[in-house]
């Protein structure tokens, strides 16, 4: 299986476009999003092509396509709008041998990974909207940033998973 994840759209409806279509494009089966999909939050600037119904709409539509974990600006009123789950906040994904931990990251990250990750696990995050992708005693810590409000000089970025394999690429 191959999995596109990308994190932290913040309801820019330029940017879910460009994730649906490079999803297509990779010709990826589930398409990974790490949270934070439809509200900017309140310390970070509204991103000039913020329409969240517009986001709704394009989504829902790709529902069958996402697993998805809830981000900290995730609340229940974006579950009520949204027809694929986001309540969660992580997932264990199992690709190849490699256990991937998708988390949204304000809960666990590289400083506070989960105990149940095992040695050589993946532990996904978003939240920093920083892109990263380093490794830590006994896992491997990836980040596809945030495309729609980059920070740090992140470039717009999203990651392909597939056969146990992890990749951080531009778009």
Same mark, same amino acid.
């Given at each position: 299986m191959k999995i596109l994840s990308a994190s932290d759209i913040h309801g820019s409806i330029n940017w879910a476009q460009k994730i649906i279509d490079r999803f297509h494009e990779?010709?990826?089966d589930k398409l990974l999003l790490l949270g934070d999909l439809l509200y900017h939050g309140p310390r970070n600037d509204l991103p000039g092509d913020y329409r969240p119904k517009k986001v709704i709409e394009l989504l829902n539509s790709e529902a069958h396509? #996402?697993? =998805?974990?809830? &981000?900290?600006?995730d609340t229940e009123v974006d579950q009520m709008v949204l027809e694929f789950p986001i309540m969660a906040d992580y997932a264990y994904i199992i690709s190849?041998?490699?256990? #991937?931990? =998708?988390?949204? &990251?304000?809960?666990?990250?590289?400083k506070t990974p989960p105990v149940s990750l095992p040695e050589g696990?993946?532990?996904?995050?978003?939240?920093?909207?920083i892109t990263a992708d380093e490794k830590y005693e006994g896992f491997r810590y990836m980040n596809p940033g945030s495309p729609s409000i980059p920070k740090n000089g992140s470039k717009p970025s999203y990651i392909i998973i597939e056969d146990g394999r992890a990749e951080l690429k531009e778009f």
């Open positions: 990779e010709k990826a396509n #996402i697993i =998805a974990v809830r &981000g900290n600006c190849g041998e490699t256990v #991937i931990f =998708a988390t949204h &990251g304000h809960k666990y990250n590289p696990a993946i532990l996904l995050c978003g939240h920093t909207h």
